[in-house]
């Protein structure tokens, strides 16, 4: 495998975005994984470990920055919104397809958590897609609401009718992860979304990572990210991705996309074919270290099932 490439393409509302393209060194037509990040992550933030895994398996891949975020253009920055982030995979898949060595006809798109409930969404739409690989996805907003600290919404619909009555007013952001151990340790989390000791020690791994790439990282998130959030299921989306295979990996702990049931429920709703994979552990466990190697493999075999 050669260094991955940097490599950029544009939305079909004229935003670029960039990542990097992983190739393996062989001949011919290749097929092609489409990745990217979850909530306010970057390219940089472990996923190049499963395009070098896919890589060694025979597949290209390729990662981007969603947009407003990292390497990517696009404004506001520091947003979520996964119905956006869903029509970009389209684009994504489109400039993968016409890639120099790649075959059109065997491209799998792949998300983790939130980027997962994305590209639950995209594949049930996209005509150009054989496969989808959803790693512990981010299923329900209403979900997701029932666990958004104290107040969040509340806060979203202020600052909406304010803003609304005043343009100029400036949009309001949100810490996710805390910035210290001291924090990561206090039994409240306050304000904070992602808080507990794992989840310090996981985003400071992440953001040397893209610190050491020259990436720009900020631990914040726009308020009205929670309304974009909150509105979308894309569980009612995962039985159209059939006749195109899906794999479905769910944590048996997870506090951040779900219990394992409700996983288990949403994986029920997609049609043949499909396989579902238990995880072992915490959700940001199987990023990385011990358990990455079972998550990995189930993943390459699958693609080299239907992919």
Aim: charged share 25%.
């Amino acid at each position: 495998m050669s260094a991955p490439k940097r490599v950029e393409f544009r939305a079909i509302d004229g935003v670029t975005l960039r990542g990097d393209l992983f190739m393996p060194a062989s001949s011919g037509k290749l097929p092609i994984v489409v990745m990217t990040q979850g909530l306010t992550l970057l390219k940089e933030h472990y996923i190049a470990d499963w395009a070098k895994r896919f890589n060694a398996a025979g597949y290209a891949a390729l990662i981007y920055d969603h947009r407003g975020w990292g390497s990517s253009d696009g404004e506001p920055r520091n947003t979520v919104n996964p119905m956006q982030q869903a029509d970009d995979y389209h684009d994504a898949v489109i400039f993968a397809g016409n890639l120099p060595g790649i075959d059109k006809n065997r491209i799998a798109i792949w998300g983790i958590g939130h980027s997962g409930g994305a590209s639950m969404i995209a594949a049930g739409d996209d005509p150009n897609i054989k496969a989808a690989i959803l790693v512990m996805p981010f299923f329900s907003g209403a979900y997701d609401e029932k666990n958004f600290p104290d107040g969040m919404m509340d806060r979203v619909w202020a600052e909406r009718a304010r803003r609304d009555l005043d343009p100029s007013a400036r949009p309001e952001y949100v810490t996710v992860w805390d910035n210290s151990e001291e924090e990561a340790n206090a039994p409240e989390r306050g304000q904070t979304l992602l808080h507990a000791p794992a989840a310090f020690k996981f985003i400071s791994g992440a953001k040397a990572l893209s610190d050491a790439a020259g990436t720009p990282w900020e631990n914040k998130l726009l308020l009205q990210s929670f309304y974009s959030i909150a509105k979308v299921e894309p569980q009612d989306h995962i039985y159209k991705i059939a006749p195109c295979a899906v794999l479905y990996l769910a944590a048996e702990e997870d506090e951040i996309s779900g219990p394992l049931e409700m996983q288990k429920a949403t994986f029920a709703r997609a049609r043949e074919p499909k396989q579902f994979v238990q995880l072992k552990d915490l959700h940001i466990e199987n990023y990385k270290d011990h358990l990455f190697d079972t998550n990995a493999a189930a993943q390459i075999e699958f693609l080299k099932k239907y992919v």
